[in-house]
């Protein structure tokens, strides 16, 4: 008996230190924002001087469904870490939407064409 009220009381503390702690709507929005400077920063961690050494993907998600926009990457960088931030990203970015009850425009962003380098620099192209 005395094991079972010891195992009871271990469960009680393992639960009580894994439910999420309440963060404000702005503490969730720099999180975010966090994740997403991140991703900038290694996005544009090389120089665009061949474009056929560049991609893109779509980032985000938008209340209604879709993402926020596209960003151009090189595959000169760790594109596994780059892209499984950028999905971290569009999963936390849902989750705030839901949780915050957040509203879009629903518009869909168009999706680029490729990517160009101008000035060092990656270019998405829309044509």
Sequence with gaps: MKALQIISLFLLIGISFSCDKETTQAQDAKALEKIFAEIETMAKSK??????????????????????????????????????????????????????????????????????CEDGKAVLIYE
């Design 47 to 116: 120089a665009c001087n061949d474009s056929s050494q560049w991609m893109y993907t779509n980032y985000g998600a938008k209340a209604c469904g879709g993402p926020v926009g596209y960003i151009a990457y090189s595959t000169k960088i760790n594109t596994v870490l780059f892209l499984k931030k950028v999905n971290q990203h569009r999963t936390a970015q849902s989750a705030y939407n839901e949780k915050w009850g957040i509203l879009s425009d629903c518009s869909i962003p168009q999706e680029p064409n490729g990517v160009a």
